[in-house]
């Protein structure tokens, strides 16, 4: 059974609506291990919609299980990234006027790049997850740029319209786990996935790690976040 990291981005979503101090994302964090979370997770954007420098430099500190920064592949994100020392980056694609992440990061158009960043982060001992569709083709140059592991998007799978189709999706999500995990990478996923959807992505075999966060929020801004947390270890789990 997957671990869980718990994305806290939508804490700070909250915080930045009045441009103020609360809720602090960093205690949403201890709350959230507080609630059986493995990891957190924060999405430092080029656009700092959300999650700020101050808030990573607090959940360094602060963080007793580990801490997956997720960033855009740029010379200033890399530059913070070996400053702060995350546990893990997860690089993954952004513009500015998109609602949230729309797809996977494409590596086989920038392979050089990506690489590169890749060495650099590995190089000082941040391992790397390349957050991708799960797409044959971006898996293979996953492992071509040598990152450790892969975050497969399940966001086709969250959004699909009806059972036939979350199949499907959850079949390609199959297989391109099966696939990375014979090229020797590790396997995450996330994005969109509810506590409704959660459960077959967690049986997938070799999945590693669930990040997820807008859903947790979401439940937290009634129930609290300690439960909401319990609450996602148990649907991992299949229990609604
Ligand atoms: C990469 C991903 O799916 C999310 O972790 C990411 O954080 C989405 O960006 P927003 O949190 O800004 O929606
Ligand atoms: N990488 C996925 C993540 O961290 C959380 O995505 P979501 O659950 O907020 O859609």
Not at 2 to 18: E, F, K, M, W, Y
Not at 47 to 76: F, G, K, P, S
Not at 134 to 153: G, N, R, W, Y
């Amino acid at each position: 059974m997957p671990t869980l990291g718990v994305n806290i981005d939508h804490i700070a979503t909250i915080r930045q609506a009045r441009r103020t101090v609360e809720p602090d994302p960093v205690a949403a964090a201890v709350l959230a291990e507080l609630g059986g979370a493995d990891g957190i997770t924060a999405h430092l954007r080029e656009d700092r919609r959300h999650i700020q420098e101050r808030d990573v430099r607090l959940l360094r500190q602060t963080v007793r299980t580990h801490l997956n920064l997720e960033m855009a592949a740029t010379d200033e994100m890399v530059a913070i990234a070996l400053v702060l020392k995350p546990d893990y980056v997860t690089l993954v694609p952004e513009r500015r006027e998109e609602v949230t992440t729309e797809g996977g990061l494409d590596i086989v158009g920038q392979i050089a790049r990506i690489g590169e960043v890749v060495d650099k982060l590995q190089g000082a001992g941040i391992p790397v997850s390349l957050f991708i569709d799960a797409e044959p083709a971006q898996i293979e140059a996953s492992q071509t740029v040598k990152a450790k592991f892969i975050e497969l998007h399940t966001g086709r799978y969250a959004e699909a319209k009806d059972e036939t189709s979350r199949k499907q999706e959850l079949d390609v999500l199959a297989a391109g786990c099966e696939q990375a995990i014979k090229a020797g990478l590790r396997v995450n996923a996330g994005h969109g996935l509810t506590y409704w959807n959660v459960y077959p992505v967690a049986c997938l075999p070799g999945m590693e790690e669930l990040n997820i966060g807008h859903t947790i929020v979401s439940r937290a801004a009634l129930v609290g976040m300690e439960r909401a947390v319990r609450e996602m270890k148990l649907a991992m789990r299949g229990h609604q």
